[in-house]
């Protein structure tokens, strides 16, 4: 295409050429497209105009938040695609070279890295984890816990002190109960990470749990009972746990 350059979604290592599925892409770019690599290694591009996608033209648009997000929700659903492959490495948004050749240089110069990716997730795929609170439920379910069995004036003074206590003890309980999640889901993965429980804003109540697990394909099943017991059994005590998934592995293709 004249006046385009070549735009990255992932590296698929496949040992026949992945099927290239319907999803539009970015916008004002091409249907996506392979470039065969070397043993068993695609690229998933597509051709966009230089007049959109340059740098210059790039640099003055990210500050348009809408249209960063609508390109990056693209550049996803293009990379999820090919999930099923036996490995997907996604490419980070606006990686872009001059032409296919290019592209295909990138991508020799760096076979070890890829190499070291593609064995580090191969037949792996990513869950995410989300625990929130609900800091009434769960204050109650504590004071509740305090006062069980005690009646009369004994009840009232332990409802008292339940009260005044309320705020530490709910801290304490939930540093608890997060370690012990994010150590009985890490126990059935590859690779667990946590990222920073304030990043993201959630309506459901503050985020105490924000991770990514990186989970054999054969292992998703048990890997998903799991965590529906583990959020059956948290509901009872004021919390939320969210399991989405499988995604490619997003959080695990670069080495911590």
């Avoid at 290592?13 to 004002?28: D, E, F, H, K, Y």
């Avoid at 007049?51 to 990210?62: F, K, M, S, T, V």
């Avoid at 693209?74 to 490419?91: D, K, N, Q, R, Y």
Wanted: aromatic residues 8%.
């Amino acid at each position: 295409m004249a006046g385009s350059l070549t735009y990255i979604y992932c590296v698929v290592a496949s040992s026949t050429p992945p099927r290239l599925g319907r999803t539009a892409g970015l916008p004002r770019a091409s249907r996506a497209r392979l470039l065969e690599g070397e043993r068993g290694l695609y690229l998933a591009v597509a051709d966009v105009p230089a007049r959109e996608y340059g740098e210059a033209a790039i640099n003055r648009r990210l500050s348009d938040l809408g249209w960063v997000s609508g390109v990056a929700v693209a550049h996803e659903a293009v990379v999820e695609s090919f999930a099923g492959a036996t490995a997907i490495l996604p490419m980070k948004l606006f990686t872009i070279f001059a032409t296919d050749d290019r592209a295909l240089a990138y991508a020799r110069a760096n076979r070890a890295r890829i190499r070291a990716a593609i064995t580090r997730v191969a037949d792996h795929d990513e869950f995410g984890v989300r625990l929130v609170l609900d800091r009434r439920r769960a204050a109650a379910a504590v004071r509740t816990r305090r006062t069980a069995g005690r009646a009369g004036g004994t009840a009232y003074l332990a409802r008292k002190k339940a009260q005044r206590d309320a705020a530490l003890e709910l801290a304490d309980r939930a540093r608890e109960i997060v370690a012990t999640v994010y150590e009985r889901l890490a126990s059935r993965a590859k690779y667990a990470r946590r990222r920073g429980a304030t990043e993201l804003p959630v309506r459901e109540g503050p985020l105490l749990l924000d991770a990514a697990f990186l989970v054999r394909r054969s292992k998703a099943r048990a890997f998903r009972a799991l965590a529906a017991r583990e959020a059956r059994s948290l509901a009872r005590s004021g919390y939320g746990l969210m399991l989405t998934g499988p995604w490619p592995p997003y959080t695990f293709v670069r080495e911590a």
